[in-house]
C-alpha cells in the first residue's frame, strides 16, 4: 500500500482500538477545528506509538472541543529503532531542529549529556518531547523516542552498558575517512555522541578513548556546527550500521 504523507496526523496519549473515542485536547482542538477548518466527520490518521495507526474520524465537533473516533488500523506499530541520540544541549531554537531532524532520522532515544563545553545546561525536556512529536506527526513516525533527563557525560560514561557501541563525533580523530571507520563496526546497539561546538575537553577524550566500546569517529575536513553535525552524523551511522543499510 502506497502511504499517503498528505494525510493530516495527531499524537494521542489514549489507547487505540476500534470504536475508541478519544477527546482531543485544547491545542490538538483548535489545531483540528480553527487551524485546518476540519468538520464532523473529516478524517485523520491517529497514533501513540503503541498501538500502531489508525484512520479516524471527528465524531463531535463544538467551538473550541472534539472528540475523535478510531475506525480502522491501516498500519502495524513498529519498534523504535536501537539507536541512542546522546548530545551536549543547544540554545532553543537550534535545539528544536536538532531534536526534530533527529527523530526524522530514526533515533530510538534522546539523551542531553552535560559536558565541560556545554553553552547551556538549562534543558526543557517537556519541549523536547513536544518537537519530537510534532517531527513524527509530519514525518510518518509512529514511535516517538523518549526523552532521558540531562545527566553529566561522567555519569553516562561510568554507568554505560559495554554492549552498547558508543560512536562520538571527534575533530581528533585519527582516521579521516568516516566511510572507513564505519564499515568496520557490525550493526547492534548503537549510540552516537555529538558534543559541544566548543569540542570535548581533553580528560573527556581521554575517558571516551579508554574504553573499549568507544569508537571516534571523524566528520570530514570542515568543523560542522551542533545541529549541522547531528545530521551528517546521523545519516553516515544508518547508511552503515542503522536501518538504511
Known amino acids: 500500500m502506497t502511504y499517503d504523507f498528505r494525510a493530516k496526523r495527531l499524537f494521542v496519549e489514549a489507547d487505540l482500538?476500534?470504536?475508541?473515542?478519544?477527546?482531543?485536547?485544547?491545542?490538538?482542538?483548535?489545531?483540528?477545528?480553527?487551524?485546518?477548518?476540519?468538520?464532523?466527520?473529516?478524517?485523520?490518521?491517529?497514533?501513540?506509538?503503541?498501538?500502531?495507526?489508525?484512520?479516524?474520524?471527528?465524531?463531535?465537533?463544538?467551538?473550541?472541543?472534539?472528540?475523535?473516533?478510531a475506525e480502522e488500523q491501516v498500519r502495524g506499530q513498529t519498534p523504535l529503532n536501537d539507536l541512542h541520540y546522546l548530545f551536549a544541549p543547544l540554545k532553543h531554537a537550534r535545539l528544536d531542529y536538532m531534536v526534530q531532524k533527529a527523530v526524522e532520522m530514526g533515533v530510538g532515544r534522546l539523551s542531553p549529556v552535560i559536558t565541560a563545553f556545554t553553552q547551556t545546561s538549562r534543558v526543557n525536556t517537556k519541549r523536547m518531547r513536544a518537537n519530537?512529536?510534532?517531527?513524527?506527526?509530519?514525518?510518518?513516525?509512529?514511535?516517538?523516542?523518549?526523552?532521558?533527563?540531562?545527566?553529566?557525560?561522567?555519569?553516562?560514561?561510568?554507568?554505560w552498558d559495554a554492549n552498547r557501541r558508543l560512536i562520538f563525533?571527534?575533530?581528533?580523530?585519527?582516521?579521516?575517512?568516516?566511510?572507513?571507520?564505519?564499515?568496520?563496526?557490525?550493526?547492534?546497539?548503537?549510540?552516537?555522541?555529538?558534543?559541544?561546538?566548543?569540542?570535548?575537553?581533553?580528560?573527556e577524550r581521554d575517558d571516551l578513548l579508554a574504553r573499549p566500546s568507544v569508537t571516534a569517529l571523524s566528520l570530514g575536513p570542515r568543523i560542522l556546527r551542533a545541529d549541522t553535525a547531528a545530521i551528517a552524523a546521523l545519516a553516515l551511522v544508518q547508511s552503515f550500521i542503522g536501518d538504511w543499510r
Not at 478519544?22 to 503503541?50: C, E, H, S
Not at 523518549?146 to 545527566?151: A, G, N, S
Open 17 to 69: 482500538a476500534a470504536g475508541a473515542e478519544i477527546a482531543a485536547n485544547r491545542d490538538q482542538a483548535n489545531y483540528l477545528l480553527n487551524v485546518l477548518r476540519l468538520k464532523a466527520g473529516a478524517a485523520i490518521l491517529l497514533f501513540n506509538g503503541r498501538d500502531g495507526e489508525w484512520r479516524a474520524s471527528i465524531a463531535n465537533a463544538g467551538k473550541k472541543r472534539c472528540v475523535l473516533r
Open 132 to 159: 519530537a512529536i510534532e517531527a513524527a506527526e509530519q514525518c510518518g513516525v509512529l514511535a516517538t523516542p523518549p526523552v532521558d533527563t540531562p545527566r553529566r557525560l561522567a555519569e553516562v560514561l561510568a554507568n
Open 169 to 203: 563525533c571527534d575533530e581528533a580523530a585519527p582516521t579521516a575517512s568516516p566511510a572507513e571507520i564505519l564499515g568496520q563496526l557490525p550493526r547492534g546497539p548503537a549510540a552516537l555522541l555529538i558534543g559541544p561546538e566548543g569540542g570535548f575537553s581533553d580528560d
